[in-house]
């Protein structure tokens, strides 16, 4: 069983910058692989970006590519990402995921945060 719980998100001006934690309980947190995702208002819940167990592969939704960065410390317990350049249309709430995989974690994830508010105003 893996809780986890974000935090970070606010409000910052276009072209500003953000850093999302996910805090993950459990012993087992170094063998997930973490996503993100995120969910604006009236649209489905997307990918945003993925890491494997060690942090050595990172995946990226094409909108976020060159922008945002996916991270672990696996001695904290702890998967970030930092959001860089942001934009309008990245408001959101954005979920943070655990999966035993890379290809769980980025379609069918076991677990879920409660998700943490990103608005970026123009």
């Known amino acids: 069983q893996v809780q986890l719980v974000e935090s970070g998100g606010g409000l910052v001006q276009a072209g500003g910058s953000l850093r999302l934690s996910c805090a993950a309980s459990g012993r087992t947190f170094s063998s997930y692989a973490m996503g993100w995702f995120r969910q604006a208002p009236g649209k489905e819940r997307e990918f945003v970006a993925a890491?494997?167990?060690?942090?050595?592969?990172?995946y990226y939704a094409d909108s976020v590519k060159g922008r945002f960065t996916i991270s672990r410390d696996n001695a904290k317990n702890t998967v970030y990402l930092q959001m860089n350049s942001l934009k309008p249309e990245d408001t959101a709430v954005y979920y943070c995921?655990?999966?035993?995989?890379?290809?769980?974690?980025?379609?069918?994830?076991?677990?879920w945060g409660q998700g943490t508010q990103v608005t970026v105003s123009s």
């Open positions: 890491i494997s167990w060690s942090g050595g592969s990172t």
């Open positions: 995921a655990a999966g035993g995989t890379i290809v769980v974690v980025t379609t069918t994830p076991e677990y």
